[in-house]
């Protein structure tokens, strides 16, 4: 199920619910790094990279690092505008 912007619309219609249905300021997110179309489909929606914790889980002996991501009610209500779901 792939590439057929399931992902995106979820997103999109959990921040209609977060900043218009409960008028949250930012909504924010993890990423694994290794993540690569997570990350991606997050960056379309209109996330933002804030920065990576690095080693923030171990996992059996390995560590993975954690993206941290964010969008505003501002940032989403422009996006939104801008670009008709």
């Not at 379309?44 to 964010?70: H, P, Q």
Request: proline residues 1%.
């Amino acid at each position: 199920m792939r590439g057929k912007g399931i992902g995106q619309s979820m997103i999109r219609q959990t921040l209609d619910i977060a900043f218009d249905g409960l008028q949250l300021h930012r909504v924010s997110l993890g990423v694994f790094d290794f993540n690569h179309s997570a990350i991606e489909m997050y960056r379309k929606v209109g996330f933002t990279l804030e920065g990576v914790l690095r080693d923030a889980r171990k996992i059996g002996d390995d560590y993975w690092n954690l993206c941290e991501m964010s969008i505003l009610a501002h940032e989403w209500k422009t996006r939104k505008t801008a670009t008709p779901v």
